[in-house]
Each structure stands twice: as structure tokens, then as C-alpha cells.
């Protein structure tokens, strides 16, 4: 195990039925996506749930008995307005608080979800989850959706960017930006992001712009996301987004995949336009030596408290 400093906080003892948190896809000091959990809600009803959403302001996540055959536990996942299918940061960070706690120690685990089944492996090596994602599943848009969408986000007069609804699990949609700093620059209009997602049948926009190469050579690709109707108006770290932009990307040939043996690490970096930088880390999820089934990700949590 990693040792720990006093920026990683020592971690709760077990406690089951009540409430912790942790930090999932830190990418800088403050950073990451705060997930409130209970690793045993067997006790509580649809309605509690909701109401640690709404009283934490965070996606939250409750562990249950499966029902699914194969699986070992069930998640079910909040925001503040409403219950979620799948939620990529709860699931990496309560599987590994669970790991923390000694309650799973194999390579693999399977997770059951309302989107379905989720795997999940343990990387020794970092101390980090992987989770599973599908195949991507994309719809380009209209030319007169993408004039609405760039009316909602701001975006200077005549930028309209290409844009892609995109879904491994939830519908996201995908506005390439120029470059890192229009991206940062987006001011959107809040008032109206509910109706508009709603009107392209998507649960939230997520716009991106490539950022070049890490020191080895990896991809990096910038990114923001503004929720449909969550109760908050940006994340800072988004799962499922990112895993639908890789295989967006993947898909057009953007970032390289690698093969089995050589698989190409892209990190998706959000969060940093409001001051929470996270690092969400996608590679193929590969079927044969250069055949691709979706994609894992992962990305460093922290124990944290809110």
C-alpha cells in the first residue's frame, strides 16, 4: 500500500452503515470529485439516499446485496434531484474504500448497476480500481442543435464546433473546442442547460479540446461538464463522460489505443476551470491482441471528509 502523508488523510475505521467520503480522480492539491457513500445501505430507502445527495451536494453512492448472478455487491447512485443509472468516480472510489477495508481482495470484482454489470480490477502496483465501460455508442448532431448548444454555452459568434452525442452509459455530449483556453473561457447559461439537454436528449454537455502529451508521450485532452439537471452547475470529474470521449476519440482515430500488450494511457483533465483539478486516466479494454470491447478507467482517491 502507498504510503500515506498528511495531504492523503489516514482512513476511517469501518463503520458500514453511516456515511464517508472519498476523493476520487485527484489530479492536484484540492482537486478531484468528492463522493459521500455507505457501504451498507441495506436499511435505508430510496428517499434517505436522496437526501444525503441533496444534503452533501455530491453524487453519492449505497452499497447493497446483489441481485444480478455474478455480481458481489449492488450500487446505487444520487445526485441532489434524482437517482442516477451509473456513476464512473462513485464506483472507483467506494470499491476502493471497500479495498481499503479488507472487504474484497481478488484481481477482480463485478458490480451491479441499473445500467448492468460493471467490472472492476485491482492494480496493486498504484493502488488504484479500473472499471469497466461498453463501446461507445455516438450520433452526430444537427446543424441547428449545434447552433442552440453554442448559444447556451456562450461561445463567441460564429464558433460553431463539432459536437457528438456519445454513451457508454449516459448520454453525453461532446463539443470540440479549438483550444485550452476557449475551453476555460466558457461561460454558459445555466437557465437554460436543462431544457437544452433535454431538447438533444442528452444528460449533460461536455465540452473538450486536445492538450497535447504527457512526458512519455500519452495523450491529454481537456474537459468540462455541465450537467443536465444534477443540483450543481459544473463537475469537476466525470467518469462516464470521459470513457464516452475516449471512444469518441479512439473511434476517429484522434488518440491511438495501442494493443493488448502496449495499450496508449489518455487522461482526460477536468475540473480545473473551478479550481478542482482531477485526472481521469481511459485505456482500451482490449478483446484480442488489437480489438477493443470499451475501455477501463481509473484515477487516484484519497480518503477525504466533507
Not at 6 to 21: D, K, M, Q
Not at 189 to 215: R, V
Request: include cysteine; proline fraction near 7%.
Amino acid at each position: 500500500m502507498t504510503e500515506r502523508t498528511s495531504t492523503f488523510p489516514e482512513p476511517p475505521l469501518p463503520a458500514l452503515g453511516v456515511l464517508n467520503t472519498v476523493n476520487v480522480f485527484v489530479g492536484g492539491p484540492g482537486g478531484g470529485n468528492p463522493v459521500p457513500f455507505v457501504a451498507d445501505a441495506s436499511a435505508m430507502t430510496s428517499d434517505e439516499m436522496l437526501a444525503i445527495a441533496k444534503s452533501t451536494g455530491h453524487e453519492s453512492a449505497f452499497v447493497l446485496a446483489p441481485v444480478a448472478s455474478g455480481a458481489s455487491w449492488r450500487m446505487r447512485f444520487f445526485v441532489p434531484k434524482h437517482e442516477m443509472e451509473m456513476c464512473g468516480h462513485a464506483t472507483v472510489g467506494t470499491l476502493w474504500a471497500l479495498r481499503q477495508w479488507g472487504l474484497w481482495d481478488g484481481a477482480t470484482i463485478c458490480v451491479e448497476t441499473l445500467s448492468g454489470l460493471v467490472d472492476a480490477i485491482w492494480d496493486a502496483g498504484v493502488s488504484r480500481v479500473w472499471i469497466s465501460q461498453p463501446a461507445v455508442q455516438r450520433e452526430t448532431l444537427t446543424e441547428e442543435q449545434r447552433r442552440g448548444i453554442a448559444e447556451v454555452l456562450g461561445l463567441p459568434p460564429g464558433l460553431v464546433p463539432v459536437m457528438t452525442n456519445a454513451s457508454t452509459s449516459r448520454i453525453k455530449t461532446l463539443i470540440e473546442m479549438p483550444d485550452v483556453a476557449s475551453l476555460n473561457a466558457i461561460s454558459p447559461d445555466f437557465t437554460a442547460m436543462e431544457a437544452l439537454c433535454a431538447s438533444i436528449g442528452s444528460t449533460g454537455l461536455y465540452p473538450f479540446a486536445m492538450a497535447g502529451h504527457d512526458d512519455e508521450g500519452q495523450p491529454i485532452v481537456a474537459a468540462r461538464q455541465f450537467p443536465k439537471s444534477s443540483g450543481y452547475p459544473e463537475d469537476a470529474a466525470t467518469g462516464i463522460a470521459a470513457a464516452a470521449l475516449w471512444g469518441h476519440l479512439a473511434a476517429t482515430g484522434a488518440v491511438s489505443v495501442g494493443t493488448s500488450s502496449s495499450p496508449v494511457m489518455c487522461t482526460i483533465r477536468q475540473g480545473e476551470a473551478m479550481g478542482r483539478p482531477s485526472a481521469i486516466e481511459v485505456r482500451a479494454r482490449f478483446s484480442g491482441a488489437t480489438s477493443t470491447a470499451g475501455c477501463w478507467l481509473s484515477g487516484l482517491v484519497t480518503w477525504d471528509s466533507l
